[in-house]
């Protein structure tokens, strides 16, 4: 493993208040929350365990002098950045799933291409597609549609609610806020003189 | 591109914003030696910001004076690789834009852009020479658009998706596979969030005219005036994309150019698209002059 200091960011000499100050930014940061539905979750999830065997290390390390557990514990999030894994209502829908848990957008379209009833379902996996080619207006949408033709059903209503307010809660270096329309105040100042360069 | 990726310079530590006025300078020395002086003309924020993501960690610097500054000796980011790509990218993509509202006289003003695409002719044949596959991507997607234009298409994420395309095309040389993963991704959602707000900038203005606007034909904008709700939808939309940005930079190490692109990511897209939703962001042709003048 590398430098356990190096990963986390932070000097031999830090803290162990310090050293968990730094971790658990690391961890918001690279948390299956902030990487929801992402095309790059495995990469996330390949830091979050690199982050998380470093503070244990670090902490083995320490032992003794009052360390810390890791974030929920280096294999708490195993499972936690695959999404898409509700039980389908046709096993076309299911191998849809399968194709956009590993990535395969293009089959997950042909899938659905063919698959002539547009149910809930089939609605909440076009929105699913959507989402990962980056469509995020016609993802919505979808989404809505999926709610509208099953209200109860708990997994297209998360998918409408993240669609609708989900990057309010998107990590932000030092707990900023994240959003177009909460950009007030100080750190939204009116722009300085936009090109010193050419005076 | 216009001119709408920045950061915010007066947030940014000292050292950052001069850094930032280097490699700025850098793309602008590049741009001439490559491909003449008045390939400088095209240079702008967005291309800058290209050039720091294409850029490798560290930063080589030198000064020197310029046509713009010729009495007082600046600092600039010596040539590398990666501000090589990015100005020929830019020569590139410049060009084709131009060349593109030249056709369209409606949406980009006609006569000066025929005039200004014939003037970098030459220096786009160096540079379409030079990158083959990116050149191909962008007159490829540029048709693209022009035919959802022609079709006035509702779907503004169709119509985005090939600016986007069109923009993630510009990692085509990345080599390391994660790092072209980041870039693609971060490009891709840069260039969606560009050409959505270079639409809801021209809200106005394509209202008056009558030329094809799918921000407006999305939400049903009437005069170019947003509602509540569809201002609330839209806004959303724009932070999806910035989050898939911010995700995916902090995917790979920039090195001494992380605090800019930190920055810019963060809050330099969230105060520019609350300028353009808000009305108050005019701030294109002033650049656009300044540099004409600098």
């Known amino acids: ?199 | 591109m216009f001119g709408y990726v920045r950061p915010p310079l007066a947030l940014l530590a000292p050292e950052e914003a001069d850094r930032f006025r280097r490699i700025y300078c850098g793309l602008c020395r590049t741009l001439g030696q490559r491909h003449g002086q008045r390939a400088r003309l095209i240079l702008n924020y967005d291309f800058t910001f290209l050039a720091i993501l294409l850029s490798a960690g560290e930063e080589e610097t030198g000064s020197g004076c310029c046509v713009a500054h010729p009495i007082r000796r600046r600092a600039y980011t010596r040539p590398t690789a990666a501000l090589e790509l990015a100005a020929d990218e830019s020569v590139i993509l410049a060009w084709w834009q131009l060349r593109d509202g030249a056709e369209d006289r409606d949406h980009f003003g006609g006569l000066g852009d025929r005039a200004a695409a014939a003037a970098l002719e030459g220096a786009y044949r160096a540079a379409a020479a030079l990158r083959p596959a990116f050149d191909e991507a962008v007159h490829l997607q540029l048709q693209t658009l022009h035919a959802l234009e022609a079709e006035r298409s509702p779907s503004m994420d169709r119509a985005a998706d090939a600016f986007a395309v069109l923009l993630s095309a510009a990692a085509g040389e990345a080599e390391e596979p994660v790092r072209r993963r980041v870039l693609e991704q971060l490009l891709y959602h840069l260039g969606r969030w560009v050409y959505l707000i270079d639409a809801a900038d021209d809200l106005k203005k394509d209202a008056a005219s009558g030329s094809y606007n799918p921000v407006a034909l999305r939400y049903g904008l009437e005069d170019g005036r947003w509602t509540e709700e569809s201002r609330r939808a839209f806004s959303a939309t724009l932070d999806h994309s910035v989050h898939m940005m911010t995700t995916a930079f902090e995917l790979w190490d920039f090195g001494a150019w992380t605090p800019i692109l930190e920055a810019t990511l963060y809050t330099g897209l969230f105060q520019v698209g609350r300028a353009v939703l808000d009305g108050t962001f005019h701030q294109r042709g002033k650049e656009k002059k300044n540099i004409q003048e600098g």
């Open chain 1, 1 to 199: 493993m590398n430098d356990p200091y190096q990963i986390l960011g932070v000097s031999e000499t830090a803290t162990d208040e310090e050293i968990k100050k730094a971790y658990r930014e690391l961890a918001r940061k690279y948390h299956p929350d902030n990487y929801h539905d992402n095309p790059l979750a495995d990469l996330a999830q390949e830091k979050m365990k690199e982050i998380n065997a470093a503070y244990e290390e670090i902490t083995k390390q320490r032992s003794g002098r009052g360390g810390g557990s890791s974030y929920g514990g280096s294999t708490a999030y195993g499972g936690a950045y695959r999404q898409y894994q509700g039980q389908s209502t046709s096993s076309v829908l299911q191998q849809v799933r399968i194709a956009i848990q590993t990535g395969n957008l293009t089959r997950a379209e042909a899938l659905l291409a063919n698959y002539t009833d547009h149910n809930a379902e089939w609605n909440f996996l076009r929105g699913a597609v959507c989402y990962r080619r980056g469509w995020m207006d016609e993802a919505r949408r979808y989404y809505q549609a999926a709610c509208e033709m099953d209200p109860t059903n708990a997994e297209y209503r998360q998918a409408l609610e993240y669609m609708e307010s989900g990057t309010r809660g998107a990590y932000a270096p030092g707990g900023s806020p994240f959003g177009t329309e909460l950009c007030l105040g100080q750190s939204c100042l009116p722009f300085c003189c936009i090109l010193p360069f050419c005076c």
